[in-house]
């Protein structure tokens, strides 16, 4: 065990109500996990779905990165189509986790009304950058 700053018990139960439209993807809806708290900011980790008819008037997805030390994806329902610089378009569907380095730029292409996914990142504060394509 280490001697950094201690955990809290932190414990998340489902609750339709705290889904909320507050998060980097305008077509989302986001669910925190309550990993911030009791990381003392150290992860982050929400659940991620399409908020319903938000794909028909979603502007599309530019390219960017997030200034993270950590970024995980796993896809619980549907699928999504991103663009990874360095490894091209990547079709990830339920069951699939990917980790994207630090500064990895990317956009999605596609997803489906259906997408639902956990992100776990380091830190739980970090700025989003656009990039130019």
């Known amino acids: 065990m280490t001697t950094e700053t201690k955990q809290k018990f932190v414990i998340s139960h489902y ?7 507050e998060g980097l993807r305008v077509a989302a809806e986001y669910r925190d996990l309550g990993v911030a708290e009791a990381t003392n900011g150290k992860y982050h980790a929400h659940v991620a779905r399409i908020a319903p008819g938000a794909l028909k008037t979603r502007p599309p997805s530019k390219m960017h990165y997030h200034d993270l030390d950590f970024h995980m994806v796993y896809i619980l329902k549907g699928w999504m189509q991103a663009e990874i610089v360095g490894h091209g378009p990547q079709t990830m569907r339920a069951g699939c986790c990917w980790v994207q380095p630090p500064g990895s730029h990317h956009k999605v292409l596609a997803q489906s009304e259906d997408l639902e996914l956990i992100e776990v990142m380091s830190p739980a504060k970090y700025p989003t950058v656009n990039v130019e394509e």
């Open 15 to 21: 609750n339709e109500n705290d889904f909320k439209r």
